[in-house]
């Protein structure tokens, strides 16, 4: 069974750029989810998808981060425009059972590096 | 979200050595999990733990959810060299995003 691909692995850009990051997660799984992860911390949630409905979205910080998920399947989380506090790696994970399911697999993440 | 203590931050240890880490919480979980993090790499889930007091074991490693439903730890027995890694706890709270431990660094030497 393939597990959660994500692309690019790596991305440089310099501050007020814009980036995206697209994810597509295990075949049938409806739940996706973005995290943020600082180096030297754990992931942080970022947004949860359901299908393509948003369960959570309350630690994007929705002035410059957007995500969708337009048919429910793979999905997108766009930075515009980069600070260089963004810099992280950013994490995708899906989960088979939508709603509270906690046993998420996650894929390799995209390292971000802001200059 | 809740906050999560993790320790010890790093171990350095020989190949062969036993290893735990544990994580405490400010307040209750449902389910805590356990997960490894290769550099370059997601986490990886290695335990999921579900009702207070559960014992569970994945090959050397063991995890408990402490009766308190605040805390958890993890066992490694007889470590080896692929060992190596972050090792992250997670708690999650029916409606709340799961919340991650700052993680373990386990070093292991031959």
């Known amino acids: 069974e393939a597990g959660v691909a994500q692309s690019p692995r790596y991305k440089i850009i310099e501050k007020r750029q814009s980036v995206a990051f697209w994810c597509n997660p295990i075949s049938g799984h409806a739940t996706l989810y973005w995290y943020q992860q600082i180096l030297g911390q754990g992931p942080k949630l970022l947004i949860q998808f359901q299908n393509n409905g948003v369960v959570d979205d309350s630690q994007l910080p929705k002035d410059r981060f957007s995500a969708e998920r337009l048919k429910g399947v793979d999905s997108t989380l766009k930075i515009q425009p980069a600070k260089l506090e963004d810099s992280a790696v950013y994490l995708c994970?899906?989960?088979?059972?939508?709603?509270?399911?906690?046993?998420?697999?996650f894929g390799p993440g995209t390292r971000l590096t802001v200059l | 979200g809740q906050q999560l203590n993790q320790s010890p931050q790093s171990m350095f240890i020989q190949e062969g050595e036993d290893v735990s880490m544990n994580c405490t919480s400010s307040s209750i979980f449902n389910t805590w999990l356990w997960y490894k993090q290769d550099p370059g790499e997601g986490p990886v889930l290695l335990i999921a733990?579900?009702?207070?007091?559960e014992l569970t074991s994945n090959g050397r490693l063991t995890a408990q959810f402490g009766i308190t439903r605040k805390d958890s730890f993890l066992n490694i027995s007889a470590s080896i060299p692929s060992d190596v890694g972050i090792y992250f706890c997670a708690g999650h709270l029916s409606g709340y995003a799961l919340n991650f431990g700052k993680g373990t660094s386990l070093l292991v030497t031959p």
């Open positions: 994970a899906s989960s088979l059972v939508g709603g509270d399911s906690n046993e998420q697999f």
């Open positions: 733990l579900y009702k207070a007091g």
